[in-house]
């Protein structure tokens, strides 16, 4: 029976009585080889960790780095070999041989490798435990929003990526060439959660791939993103969103804690402490502003008033909660109309014109993570709001359908589950986050 | 404070002590109103079931079917009244008026309305509670399918579905511009499963749409689909796959069972016992043509012999399953090799010749949802056998480095969600059970 590279500490420790289960086997690949007084020690990698074997010239075949092996032998405890325990190989069979020409280092170091080199060598570079470990994150995180959901009564859906034409404008639209005529690809589910808030399912939840036709390449762009989807009815305002995504990320940020250590760890990074995500301020977009040009006064000696949340005032914004409240996670509501789009519920500040909306944005560590709010529910309202946007009724059917027969309030936010995973590690860029990630110049692998 | 409908009963039952606590607000859409005598009985839907609302002639606005309200009242047990209980409205408050003129019967009858209607009207039909039912069985499916494997050591990953080629080859593909060039929506995550799975995570699964440019337009083919992905490592045949099926299966069913019980009460449906799930038959490809061929000749009196795992013997091979083992489940196996992708493992029958190979389906209750089986991981053999399915190695240059530098036997499968979803609950098509199904025709909503 084949044992896992963390349990080689246990299976020496603890032999068990009868001599047979002295021997254990092991499978994986062949991270690391070397040489030491006719002494050959191999560094096995499989999905638990891994484990130092010792080979003996007279089993030694002759192994290259990345071959797959399956190894028979004898735990032993040695407090030199990583995790305290090795396998003494008594037998040794190569699974797959791994051609000597390895075009990639999997076994290098991360850090100094480019972002480029490690995208052009994807299939390879995901070996690297390193960079393996950022998925093994990403995975503790999807499921961490769905159970946190789960346990608040949140359906989760599952709904076409084709779509006639774009929920939010005709721009930033991939086609697809779908039989005799042209679809799209989703931006996002918008208008197919809102759909099954109304259904009757009132909280719903999605997963799923979501698509951007933007020509930025920046660290902060991919193309093709994991959406992480909220829909849900009887709210008053965002900020009833705002608490239901606070819960969230603090779930997220407890699980990843919990069961992520070592690929924390990796990356020297700190998931923020779950404690403190209720303490993170939630500020009007206006002071938001103010608060952006005083550091941005403050960082650079008299920087000019900042006017948008651009990058440059979201790492701003998330300096000030962190310095001001604790932690790096600040949302920013009440945005102006001109910037949200055309199903935003509109807020009126008091000067009975409604220029603001019941809106929010999420920054996390210096980045936009989720943007959310209320929605318009109104038919009416909504009819008269579509031509100030371009828009025309007979091409929102659907929508007024929605709207027409009964709708709740409602409202929901999207999570960039990319974005969210490189901000958690500290990543340099969004795309190495995606496993195999699409920008303007890449769709390979 | 809201309660929901299922929550009246216990609220008429046990009032509390203190008299304001007599006082509950519910919240939801009006599925019916039946007057009688004066007094008028509305049906409330919510997320979790019914509620009647007794309203006398003072709290009764001009209501219409679909219209969301909130009513605060007296809940009282009433045998009459679904569940047992009722609450004496006191005051009402319409929070979205619906338009009287609804153009689809939310609380009709499904079974009499057909299924061109119930799509073209899929924004309201989604409402109907039995139809609402089917998607929440189906998330129930995708978080089981989730759990078990997770219990397995298994990681979730989210890959890429704009591909630069088809790994099946270039037929049944969607294309998308992007940017200046074209690329492909991906019929199944097979490359990145497997370099997953040989990267290191060695078990891995996905939950993400697929595509297929199929021209069918039939009760089983839809062109999006939620495919639930699996590849694993270090298996011996596809035989490991069937049993890890087997457990997923009898999972799903227990959780469906547990779960869902009024939704497969809905559509009169009975999910089968997971404790016969292991009893399931694997009944090589061979064997089964003379099985369907024999079910054949006693159903019709005399039917032909059947050459092909077709729709026809799909039906004949559960039928004979459910009636020699119990369940209506089977695992036909050793498919030859010209039915099956380039990937697939060879297997020789004692010929020399290597004419089958490691694959299987699974047919449930009369239609194949699952196909799988052992992937080729040796570098020269896939390079050898590329040129007989039609394929340059040139072509297939990141194939080459998944194989080339190390790669363990493994293998793996995919499970139709919709098509599972479909045979637990008895559904006539398969579209039935897609939240927006897109066919040839259809893309809207």
Sequence with gaps: MRILAKDIYRAAADPGTESEQRSVEVAGWVHRIRELGGITFVIL???????QLVLSEAEKPNLTLESVIRARGT?????KAP????????????????APDLPYQVNGDVSKTGLEAILDNRTLSLRNPKI????????????????????????????SKLVAGGTEGGTELFEVEYFDRKV???????????????????????????????KHDTPRHLNEYVSLDVEMAFIESEKDLIELEKGLLAHIFEEVSRKNRDDVAAWNATVPDPNLVAKA??????????????????NKGGGGKIFDINPEAERFLCTWAGREHGIELIFVNQFPRRHRPFYTYPLDLGDGKATSTMSFDC???????????RRQHDYNAFLEVLPRFGLKPEAMENYQTLLKYGCPPHGGFAIGCERLTQKILGLASVKEASLFPRDRKRVEP
């Design 75 to 79: 735990p032993a405890l040695n407090e």
């Design 281 to 298: 301020p939630t500020v009007p977009y206006d002071e938001a502003m103010t608060i952006a040009t005083a550091e941005a006064a403050n």
């Design 83 to 98: 995790g305290g325990a090795e396998l003494r190989v008594t037998s040794l069979e190569i699974l797959s041989r791994a």
């Design 132 to 159: 393996r470990s950022i998925f093994k994150v990403q995975a503790t995180i999807i499921e961490a929003f769905a159970s946190y959901l789960r346990s608040q009564d949140f359906t989760e859906i599952k709904t």
């Design 184 to 214: 799209c690809l989703a931006q996002s589910p918008q208008y197919y959660k809102e759909t099954m808030v109304s259904s009757g399912l009132e909280r719903v939840f999605e997963i799923a791939p979501a698509y951007r036709a933007e």
């Design 363 to 373: 920054l996390f560590r210096g980045l936009e993570i989720t943007t959310g709010g």
């Design 45 to 51: 990698r499989d999905r638990s960790g891994m484990v």
